[in-house]
């Protein structure tokens, strides 16, 4: 078959991600906004993200990555899991305005999510966005741009209700049971912290029933592992992700709904502000020791009269190298203008033995028949005449 030539593909509009591993760097190409979308969650088609399935080592000029080097450092993984690797591990390039851009985005979504998974622990009531900001700022919290905002939200929670009082919104959850497992179920949810006064319905059917109750968040995966592994025939799911209480009518206190600091993390700050006034005392008290104390000036004369001495030393040594130098550079001077005498200062690199001593007669020797002579012959590969060889040379052309 006879082989036609392929179109170039051009590369517009399209981000690298570049992976490195062991000083060695790996590029593919896809769609900047795709590859955050793959990112996020948002986008499952991999061929939507990439432009052109192919690992680079550089996708700049276009220098495919060698099968052995995908061998070496990837061992056994297959060309699309390598892809995906990439797509997920590597960095994308940006620029300054896009990432503040994207950073932003990625900040209002995990400000979003910890406004609706966390509530006030007494009236169970959303907090304010701009509290929760506030909050965020408190904890000096980061925004990675390489991690998914839900990720970061969930690790943001952790550190807040470390240091507010507040808490996640609690689940509601639908438990389905055989008839004869509803005293075993009632039991098992007792042994995980899971009481009866949390149960919002119970509905019974001839074979079964359902009930509904309110756990913690922490709580889930211990009602799924004990229904997948301790109660046979035991069905959970999830009715609502948050619970939370918007009638404001129905709610004792109303006020409380701001983000306030727990006891403990008061008690810190207390505590630290203790510290920081007791070590500035101690430091303003070493000062005014240090002051207090009087030199002895007996010490004082001893040490100025021995750096005296130092310095007489350090200045004979300095005198007697400047002499040395001196001497040395007087006896240069004078060889060189011994040599300069024996043979003119300046010489022609084209004739043999041509030195002079004044700029005007290296001038007039250029314009020279011995000098124009010493040019051809240099054309020639011939080897230069002396003034002397010269004139001998022309004598014997002159005879014959």
Partial sequence: ????????????????????????????????????????????????????????????????????????????????????????????????????????????????????????????????????????????????????????????????????????????????????????????????????????????????????????SNKLRDILLLAKEQIEGCFVEEIDTTVKNDQTQQIENVQTVNLELRQNTEEEKKIDEKEDQSSESEHNEHKLKKKKKKKNPQIDLKAQQEKEKEFKNLQQKLEELNIVKDQQQIEANIIHNEQKDIKGSKKCTFCKDAYFYTNEEYRQHFKTEWHLYNLKSKSNNEPPLSEIEYKVNQMDKNFQ
């Avoid at 470390?162 to 996640?168: A, C, F, V």
Wanted: proline letters at 2%.
């Fill in 1 to 216: 078959m006879i082989k036609q030539p392929t179109g170039i593909i051009q590369l517009t509009n399209v981000a690298f991600i570049k992976y490195k591993i062991n000083k060695m760097s790996f590029e593919i190409v896809c769609y900047k906004n795709k590859a955050i979308n793959w990112r996020n969650g948002v986008e499952k088609d991999i061929s939507e993200v990439l432009q052109v399935d192919e690992i680079y080592t550089s996708a700049s000029h276009g220098t495919i990555a060698k099968k052995a080097d995908l061998q070496k450092y990837f061992e056994n993984m297959k060309k699309m899991e390598i892809i995906k690797l990439i797509l997920e591990k590597g960095e994308l390039q940006m620029g300054e305005k896009e990432r503040a851009v994207q950073q932003s985005n990625i900040y209002n979504d995990i400000v979003n999510i910890i406004t609706e998974k966390c509530v006030h622990p007494d009236s169970n009531r959303k907090f304010p966005v701009n509290q929760i900001q506030q909050a965020m700022k408190s904890i000096n919290f980061v925004v990675k741009n390489d991690q998914p905002a839900k990720k970061q939200a969930l690790e943001c929670i952790k550190i807040l209700t470390k240091k507010y009082y507040m808490k996640r919104a609690d689940i509601l959850v639908s438990v389905s049971v055989p008839k004869e497992k509803h005293e075993e179920l009632l039991q098992k949810l007792q042994a995980i912290n899971i009481l009866e006064t949390k149960i919002q319905k119970t509905i019974q059917t001839q074979n079964k029933i359902e009930i509904s109750v309110i756990i913690e």
